[in-house]
Nanobody, 123 residues
Framework: QVQLVESGGGLVQPGRSLRLSCAAS????????IGWFRQAPGREREGISC????????HYADSVKGRFTISRDNAKNTMYLQMNNLKPEDTAVYYC????????????????WGQGTLVTVSS
């Protein structure tokens, strides 16, 4: 059974950091393109970062470039999103996802999603 389970969300003050985790089961993370999306209240879901299966390169949306870092630990079959210098506009539900396609590249069309974890940036 394929599962993606996010954790690490919460309430954080502006300028602080948070690390999200996404534990995968039922498949091997490094076989496919993986990434993080977010959906802010009243807005559409947007892709913010991904790692291409084809070449292992990371990609970022302009809104998070320089502040967020995507990574994965193949031994733990887990991916992460390190978020630094958080801003109130980063408040959203964050989702991890994969396209489940061997050798694919970013941007991806997700096939499997996690349930989401809420990040609230507020003083």
């Amino acid at each position: 059974q394929v599962q993606l389970v996010e954790s690490g969300g919460g309430l954080v003050q502006p300028g602080r950091s948070l690390r999200l985790s996404c534990a995968a089961s039922g498949f091997t993370l490094d076989f496919y393109t993986i990434g993080w999306f977010r959906q802010a209240p009243g807005r559409e879901r947007e892709g913010i970062s991904c790692i291409s299966s084809s070449d292992g390169k990371a990609h970022y949306a302009d809104s998070v470039k320089g502040r967020f870092t995507i990574s994965r630990d193949n031994a733990k079959n887990t991916m992460y999103l390190q978020m630094n210098n958080l801003k109130p506009e980063d408040t959203a539900v964050y989702y991890c996802a994969t396209d489940a396609e061997w050798g694919s590249s970013c941007p991806m069309t997700p096939k499997w999603w996690g349930q989401g974890t809420l990040v609230t940036v507020s003083s």
